[in-house]
Protein backbone atom coordinates (compact mmCIF):
# COMPACT_ATOMS: atom_id res chain seq x y z
CA UNK A 1 0.00 0.00 0.00
CA UNK A 2 1.00 3.39 -1.20
CA UNK A 3 1.41 6.30 1.35
CA UNK A 4 -0.41 7.95 -1.34
CA UNK A 5 -3.38 5.19 -0.64
CA UNK A 6 -2.89 5.34 3.11
CA UNK A 7 -4.23 9.30 3.45
CA UNK A 8 -8.03 8.89 2.87
CA UNK A 9 -8.63 12.83 3.61
CA UNK A 10 -11.05 15.19 2.29
CA UNK A 11 -11.02 19.13 2.90
CA UNK A 12 -14.79 20.12 3.32
CA UNK A 13 -15.16 23.85 2.96
CA UNK A 14 -18.61 25.16 2.78
CA UNK A 15 -19.99 29.01 2.80
CA UNK A 16 -21.81 29.55 5.86
CA UNK A 17 -24.38 32.51 6.22
CA UNK A 18 -26.27 34.23 8.32
CA UNK A 19 -29.76 35.70 6.95
CA UNK A 20 -30.26 39.56 7.95
CA UNK A 21 -33.53 40.61 8.85
CA UNK A 22 -33.93 41.60 5.28
CA UNK A 23 -32.70 38.18 3.53
CA UNK A 24 -29.42 39.33 3.17
CA UNK A 25 -26.54 37.18 3.38
CA UNK A 26 -23.50 38.73 5.81
CA UNK A 27 -20.45 37.02 7.06
CA UNK A 28 -19.82 34.64 4.12
CA UNK A 29 -17.23 32.46 4.49
CA UNK A 30 -15.72 31.28 0.79
CA UNK A 31 -15.08 27.90 0.15
CA UNK A 32 -11.73 26.78 -0.57
CA UNK A 33 -10.88 23.16 -2.36
CA UNK A 34 -7.77 21.17 -1.01
CA UNK A 35 -6.68 18.83 -3.64
CA UNK A 36 -4.24 16.50 -2.95
CA UNK A 37 -1.46 16.81 -5.24
CA UNK A 38 0.40 14.10 -6.71
CA UNK A 39 2.97 12.20 -4.05
CA UNK A 40 6.63 13.08 -3.93
CA UNK A 41 9.25 10.41 -3.65
CA UNK A 42 12.06 11.28 -0.56
CA UNK A 43 14.68 12.37 -1.95
CA UNK A 44 18.04 10.24 -1.65
CA UNK A 45 19.86 13.15 -0.52
CA UNK A 46 19.27 13.85 3.31
CA UNK A 47 19.70 16.44 6.25
CA UNK A 48 20.22 16.90 9.47
CA UNK A 49 16.50 17.50 11.20
CA UNK A 50 17.30 19.05 14.90
CA UNK A 51 15.30 19.49 17.66
CA UNK A 52 17.39 21.30 20.65
CA UNK A 53 14.34 21.56 23.00
CA UNK A 54 13.50 18.12 22.94
CA UNK A 55 16.85 17.03 22.60
CA UNK A 56 16.90 14.99 19.40
CA UNK A 57 18.66 14.83 15.64
CA UNK A 58 17.89 12.82 13.13
CA UNK A 59 18.25 12.41 9.54
CA UNK A 60 15.22 13.03 7.22
CA UNK A 61 14.56 13.46 3.52
CA UNK A 62 16.17 16.27 1.95
CA UNK A 63 12.86 17.40 0.28
CA UNK A 64 10.49 16.63 3.39
CA UNK A 65 9.40 19.70 5.69
CA UNK A 66 8.74 19.89 9.05
CA UNK A 67 5.97 21.38 10.52
CA UNK A 68 6.38 22.52 13.97
CA UNK A 69 3.84 22.55 16.27
CA UNK A 70 3.13 24.36 20.29
CA UNK A 71 5.75 22.63 22.98
CA UNK A 72 8.64 21.70 20.38
CA UNK A 73 6.63 18.95 18.82
CA UNK A 74 6.70 18.50 15.45
CA UNK A 75 5.48 16.30 12.17
CA UNK A 76 8.32 15.41 9.58
CA UNK A 77 6.39 14.98 5.99
CA UNK A 78 6.26 14.07 2.31
CA UNK A 79 5.91 17.84 0.78
CA UNK A 80 2.28 17.06 -0.80
CA UNK A 81 1.19 16.46 2.48
CA UNK A 82 2.54 19.34 3.78
CA UNK A 83 0.80 22.07 1.09
CA UNK A 84 -2.48 19.97 1.71
CA UNK A 85 -2.39 20.64 5.16
CA UNK A 86 -1.56 23.96 4.92
CA UNK A 87 -4.48 24.42 2.31
CA UNK A 88 -6.53 22.57 5.44
CA UNK A 89 -5.39 24.81 7.95
CA UNK A 90 -6.44 28.12 5.37
CA UNK A 91 -9.52 26.63 4.92
CA UNK A 92 -10.75 26.48 8.68
CA UNK A 93 -11.96 22.87 7.88
CA UNK A 94 -10.85 19.10 7.17
CA UNK A 95 -10.81 15.85 8.23
CA UNK A 96 -7.70 13.81 7.80
CA UNK A 97 -5.71 10.68 7.87
CA UNK A 98 -1.89 10.03 8.95
CA UNK A 99 0.48 12.76 7.32
CA UNK A 100 3.63 12.23 8.87
CA UNK A 101 6.30 10.07 8.73
CA UNK A 102 7.89 11.34 11.94
CA UNK A 103 5.94 12.41 14.97
CA UNK A 104 7.41 14.25 18.13
CA UNK A 105 5.58 14.58 20.57
CA UNK A 106 5.74 15.78 24.14
CA UNK A 107 3.40 14.83 27.19
CA UNK A 108 4.16 15.93 30.88
CA UNK A 109 4.94 12.94 34.00
CA UNK A 110 1.44 12.45 35.60
CA UNK A 111 2.08 13.05 39.51
CA UNK A 112 3.49 9.51 41.35
CA UNK A 113 4.60 7.86 38.50
CA UNK A 114 7.66 5.39 39.17
CA UNK A 115 8.95 5.26 35.92
CA UNK A 116 8.83 5.65 32.34
CA UNK A 117 6.44 3.01 31.58
CA UNK A 118 3.84 3.32 34.43
CA UNK A 119 4.40 7.20 33.26
CA UNK A 120 3.38 6.31 29.54
CA UNK A 121 0.66 4.33 30.89
CA UNK A 122 -0.97 6.76 32.69
CA UNK A 123 -0.82 9.24 29.75
CA UNK A 124 -2.32 6.83 27.55
CA UNK A 125 -5.03 4.88 29.13
CA UNK A 126 -6.14 3.12 26.03
CA UNK A 127 -2.44 1.70 25.37
CA UNK A 128 -2.58 -1.71 25.57
CA UNK A 129 0.56 -2.96 23.44
CA UNK A 130 3.64 -4.56 25.35
CA UNK A 131 6.39 -2.07 26.28
CA UNK A 132 9.66 -2.94 25.95
CA UNK A 133 12.56 -0.92 27.96
CA UNK A 134 15.99 -0.57 26.72
CA UNK A 135 19.00 1.41 27.46
CA UNK A 136 20.93 2.91 24.66
CA UNK A 137 24.10 4.83 25.13
CA UNK A 138 23.01 5.25 29.88
CA UNK A 139 19.50 6.43 28.44
CA UNK A 140 16.24 4.72 29.43
CA UNK A 141 14.08 4.24 26.17
CA UNK A 142 10.36 2.48 25.64
CA UNK A 143 9.54 1.03 22.73
CA UNK A 144 6.17 0.16 21.48
CA UNK A 145 4.04 -0.65 18.44
CA UNK A 146 -0.13 0.16 18.26
CA UNK A 147 -2.51 -0.30 15.28
CA UNK A 148 -3.65 2.91 14.54
CA UNK A 149 -7.68 1.88 13.85
CA UNK A 150 -8.97 4.66 12.18
CA UNK A 151 -6.10 4.48 9.54
CA UNK A 152 -5.17 1.16 10.22
CA UNK A 153 -1.58 0.78 9.73
CA UNK A 154 0.80 -0.04 12.80
CA UNK A 155 2.40 2.67 14.33
CA UNK A 156 6.01 2.20 15.93
CA UNK A 157 7.12 4.56 19.15
CA UNK A 158 10.33 5.36 21.02
CA UNK A 159 10.24 7.32 24.15
CA UNK A 160 11.94 8.94 26.71
CA UNK A 161 12.38 11.11 29.52
CA UNK A 162 13.79 14.75 28.98
CA UNK A 163 17.19 15.44 30.94
CA UNK A 164 14.84 16.84 33.82
CA UNK A 165 12.31 14.30 33.59
CA UNK A 166 9.03 16.52 33.54
CA UNK A 167 8.65 15.42 30.61
CA UNK A 168 8.09 12.27 28.13
CA UNK A 169 9.19 12.53 24.35
CA UNK A 170 7.63 10.41 21.53
CA UNK A 171 8.92 9.90 18.48
CA UNK A 172 6.64 7.96 16.67
CA UNK A 173 5.98 7.06 12.70
CA UNK A 174 3.96 4.37 10.44
CA UNK A 175 6.49 1.36 11.54
CA UNK A 176 6.97 0.63 7.74
CA UNK A 177 7.61 3.74 6.96
CA UNK A 178 11.40 4.13 5.30
CA UNK A 179 11.54 8.24 6.31
CA UNK A 180 10.80 6.67 9.79
CA UNK A 181 13.33 4.19 9.68
CA UNK A 182 16.37 6.43 8.62
CA UNK A 183 15.37 8.57 10.99
CA UNK A 184 15.17 5.97 14.57
CA UNK A 185 18.70 4.15 12.65
CA UNK A 186 20.31 7.93 12.83
CA UNK A 187 18.72 9.30 16.16
CA UNK A 188 20.39 11.11 18.38
CA UNK A 189 19.78 11.52 21.86
CA UNK A 190 20.85 14.29 24.47
Known amino acids: M ?9 ALAAAIGVLGSVGATVGVRPAIACEYGNW ?17 AFQIPANYRAMG ?30 FASVELNVDGVP ?5 LEQA ?3 NHT ?12 G ?4 VYIYTDQHDEIEVANIAFFTPDRRRIVTIS ?4 DPVFQRAIATLELR
Open 2 to 10: TPASRIRAI
Open 40 to 56: VEPSRETRRYENSQLGV
Open 69 to 98: RQGGQASIMNPTNYDYIQCITRSGYGEGGW
Open 111 to 115: TGSRG
Open 120 to 122: IRA
Open 126 to 137: WLDSQIRLVNQG
Open 139 to 142: KELA
Open 173 to 176: GPQD
